[in-house]
């Protein structure tokens, strides 16, 4: 049914320089959220947080009444089998086949025969679309196929909470909107809560029903699609946009007196592009989870830039 | 700036202090089941095989070169019926672990440090506590007893070559005669001495995998942090070792007085 993460107060730092700090935000049960964020801005940190791979130096996160930040090592090993994470380059494990990798959890954690668990993997196998790759080694395969299969193990033990460390990256167009399709799909069928991290707009633009932001060492803003497609907050609008002109610079941040010199110049931020449709289960049952498009902006009195919630819009961000 | 220098001071403590609790999470690991016997027979397989023939190589020169040293000096002593067991007693009581030691740090440290610190920055470690394993007790533990298997039999294997060495060293090239060299065996060497060569040797082992576990387990920044995570775990077992043998041989003596006659 999924299972809703509290987050509180949660601060993180490498010896003296500070990830994030105070970073509060719950993710709701059942839905998709993004995590968008610069690159550098601890995105993998905060993921590794909520799975207590890493300690926060303050703050909390409560799964299921259990504050992970605090609890002890065995309650820990307990909550992480709400969990299936898929990690960047997919951590299968180099000395297993596929078909080993997938059952892994399964023969480490249930008392499943070999025929049950056959069937479970070649379920998950099929759902990725790796069936026939099961005697191959990680090596052997390409990072699409690993990452594909590290979502296959991630999923093999009906988890509570998916997290996504960055699906898209090296992976092309196709296959992230392959992969993106997957997702809901999948949120469809187990209504779990997931978390992606990414820096992909597209993915954020039209995967999520919640995008948070990351920057400048705190998060910059968290609440439902349309509220951060439609803001006119400058990081996250140019976020969102792909943009050079606003707050985000090449390097971590731009200088205050560069800034001061754009808005000197008159530089004005490009008008919003229109937001887009959210991305639908291909069996046209809506989630749970999912709301009408523009629903959000109705209920808030905001008005969506023209062309909005359009079938067939360009996906096409920028300017 | 005092506050930095403290801080640089008293960083190898917190270092040791970090590898001594690692230490105590593998030994509370050793008792937690289910026990990982799978992985206990590869990892002991595998430590085997690498091993198994540089040590012996190097038991070889080992016990030809004491018989070389000990047969020119005992000549000159005119005790030539003492040269077995002066042999025997320095492989069995030092060349033994001390070889072993190198061996099961070279070869058999630094391949575990370079096997977990691989799974390390693949990120695998991670996916498995996610998936609920404690990777302590799953990859650490079998091969920490492991190495410590393969380090008793390493100390029988370089005690024998080392002996069989010596005696071909010193009858074929020394020209000492069988008989007295095997007579002479139980003149000066007892039975502890064998002992505690194969206590040694387990502590050898268990020092060797701890270390190297480590290493490998906190190793950091992509391929390059793999190597250096290799290199420290081969340098600090040797070091480590080196020390161990000395305070053991030292208690030895303590508890076991030599044999006199």
């Given at each position: 049914?999924?299972?809703e993460i509290q987050?509180e107060?949660?601060?993180?730092?490498?010896?003296?320089?500070l990830?994030w700090?105070?970073?509060?935000?719950t993710?709701p049960a059942?839905?998709?959220?993004?995590?968008?964020?610069p690159?550098?801005?601890?995105?993998s940190?905060?993921?590794k947080?909520?799975?207590?791979l890493?300690?926060?130096?303050?703050?909390?996160?409560v799964?299921?009444?259990?504050?992970?930040?605090?609890?002890?090592?065995?309650?820990?090993?307990?909550?992480?089998?709400?969990f299936?994470?898929?990690f960047?380059?997919?951590a299968?494990?180099?000395?297993?086949n596929l078909y080993d990798?997938?059952?892994?959890?399964?023969?480490?954690?249930?008392r499943?025969s070999?025929?049950?668990?056959?069937s479970?993997v070649?379920?998950?196998?099929?759902?990725?679309?790796?069936?026939g790759?099961?005697d191959?080694?990680?090596?052997?395969?390409?990072?699409?196929m690993?990452k594909?299969a590290?979502?296959?193990?991630?999923?093999?033990l009906?988890?509570?909470?998916?997290?996504?460390?960055?699906?898209?990256?090296?992976?092309?167009?196709?296959?992230?909107s392959?992969l993106n399709q997957?997702?809901?799909?999948?949120n469809a069928?187990?209504d779990?809560?997931?978390?992606?991290?990414?820096?992909?707009?597209n993915t954020?633009r039209?995967?999520p029903?919640?995008?948070?932001l990351l920057?400048?060492?705190?998060?910059?803003?968290?609440?439902?699609r349309?509220?951060?497609?439609?803001?006119?907050e400058?990081v996250?609008?140019?976020?969102?946009?792909?943009?050079?002109?606003?707050p985000?610079?090449?390097?971590?941040?731009?200088?205050?007196?560069?800034?001061?010199?754009?808005?000197e110049?008159?530089v004005?931020?490009?008008?919003?592009?229109p937001i887009?449709?959210q991305?639908?289960?291909s069996?046209?049952?809506p989630?749970?989870?999912?709301?009408p498009?523009?629903?959000?902006?109705?209920e808030?009195?905001v008005i969506?830039p023209?062309?909005?919630?359009?079938?067939?819009?360009t996906?096409?961000?920028?300017? | 700036?005092?506050?930095l220098?403290?801080?640089?001071?008293?960083?190898?403590?917190?270092?040791a202090g970090?590898l001594?609790?690692?230490a105590?999470?593998?030994?509370?690991g050793?008792?937690r089941?289910p026990?990982?016997?799978?992985?206990?027979?590869?990892?002991?397989?595998?430590i085997?095989?690498?091993?198994?023939?540089?040590?012996a190589?190097?038991?070889?020169?080992?016990g030809?070169?004491?018989a070389?040293?000990v047969?020119?000096?005992?000549?000159?002593?005119?005790?030539?019926?003492?040269t077995?067991?002066?042999?025997?007693?320095?492989?069995v009581?030092?060349?033994?672990?001390?070889?072993?030691?190198?061996?099961?740090?070279?070869?058999?440290?630094s391949?575990?440090?370079?096997?977990?610190?691989?799974r390390?920055?693949?990120?695998?470690?991670?996916?498995?506590?996610?998936?609920?394993?404690?990777?302590?007790?799953?990859?650490?533990?079998?091969?920490?007893?492991?190495?410590?298997l393969?380090?008793?039999?390493?100390?029988?294997l370089?005690?024998?070559?080392?002996?069989?060495?010596?005696?071909v060293f010193?009858?074929?090239?020394q020209?000492?005669?069988?008989g007295?060299y095997?007579?002479?065996?139980?003149?000066?060497?007892?039975?502890?001495?064998?002992?505690?060569?194969?206590?040694?040797?387990?502590v050898?082992?268990?020092i060797?995998a701890?270390?190297?576990?480590y290493?490998?387990?906190?190793?950091?920044?992509?391929?390059?942090?793999?190597?250096?995570?290799?290199?420290?775990?081969?340098?600090?077992t040797f070091?480590?070792?080196?020390v161990?043998?000395?305070?053991?041989?030292?208690?030895?003596?303590?508890l076991?007085?030599p044999?006199?006659?």
């Amino acid at each position: 049914m999924g299972v809703e993460i509290q987050i509180e107060g949660l601060t993180k730092s490498f010896g003296k320089q500070l990830i994030w700090g105070d970073v509060t935000l719950t993710v709701p049960a059942g839905e998709i959220c993004v995590m968008l964020g610069p690159s550098g801005t601890g995105k993998s940190v905060l993921l590794k947080t909520l799975i207590g791979l890493l300690k926060p130096d303050r703050g909390s996160v409560v799964i299921e009444g259990v504050d992970i930040t605090a609890c002890r090592e065995r309650e820990l090993y307990e909550i992480r089998k709400l969990f299936g994470v898929l990690f960047q380059d997919g951590a299968m494990f180099g000395s297993m086949n596929l078909y080993d990798n997938v059952a892994f959890p399964l023969r480490e954690h249930t008392r499943k025969s070999e025929s049950e668990i056959r069937s479970i993997v070649m379920e998950k196998m099929d759902l990725v679309g790796l069936l026939g790759a099961e005697d191959k080694l990680p090596g052997e395969i390409s990072g699409g196929m690993r990452k594909r299969a590290g979502l296959a193990r991630a999923l093999v033990l009906d988890p509570e909470i998916v997290l996504f460390d960055e699906p898209d990256s090296g992976l092309d167009p196709v296959r992230t909107s392959f992969l993106n399709q997957l997702i809901v799909d999948l949120n469809a069928q187990i209504d779990a809560t997931f978390l992606i991290v990414t820096h992909d707009i597209n993915t954020a633009r039209t995967v999520p029903d919640n995008i948070g932001l990351l920057y400048h060492r705190h998060l910059a803003m968290f609440g439902p699609r349309e509220m951060l497609l439609s803001s006119e907050e400058p990081v996250v609008r140019q976020f969102l946009n792909a943009q050079t002109i606003g707050p985000i610079g090449m390097s971590e941040e731009k200088d205050a007196d560069e800034l001061e010199a754009e808005r000197e110049r008159g530089v004005e931020l490009p008008p919003l592009p229109p937001i887009p449709l959210q991305l639908e289960p291909s069996n046209g049952i809506p989630r749970r989870s999912q709301r009408p498009p523009g629903d959000w902006c109705r209920e808030n009195g905001v008005i969506p830039p023209s062309g909005s919630f359009e079938q067939n819009m360009t996906m096409s961000t920028g300017g | 700036m005092a506050d930095l220098t403290a801080s640089r001071a008293l960083a190898p403590i917190g270092t040791a202090g970090k590898l001594f609790a690692f230490a105590l999470d593998v030994v509370r690991g050793i008792f937690r089941r289910p026990f990982q016997f799978r992985e206990f027979v590869q990892q002991a397989w595998f430590i085997a095989s690498v091993t198994i023939i540089p040590t012996a190589l190097v038991a070889i020169p080992f016990g030809a070169v004491i018989a070389l040293q000990v047969g020119g000096l005992i000549k000159q002593f005119g005790a030539q019926s003492f040269t077995g067991s002066a042999s025997v007693l320095a492989v069995v009581r030092e060349a033994g672990p001390i070889a072993t030691s190198l061996l099961i740090a070279g070869a058999a440290g630094s391949a575990i440090a370079a096997d977990l610190g691989a799974r390390k920055i693949r990120e695998e470690l991670d996916a498995m506590m996610v998936l609920g394993i404690d990777p302590i007790q799953r990859l650490v533990v079998p091969r920490v007893l492991a190495c410590m298997l393969v380090a008793v039999f390493l100390n029988g294997l370089v005690s024998v070559v080392g002996v069989a060495g010596g005696y071909v060293f010193n009858v074929v090239l020394q020209g000492g005669t069988p008989g007295a060299y095997i007579a002479s065996f139980t003149a000066l060497a007892q039975l502890p001495d064998l002992y505690q060569g194969m206590a040694k040797a387990l502590v050898f082992g268990l020092i060797a995998a701890i270390v190297a576990s480590y290493k490998g387990m906190n190793a950091g920044g992509g391929p390059k942090g793999v190597g250096d995570a290799v290199n420290e775990s081969v340098v600090v077992t040797f070091m480590l070792l080196f020390v161990v043998n000395f305070v053991m041989s030292a208690i030895y003596f303590q508890l076991v007085p030599p044999k006199t006659g």
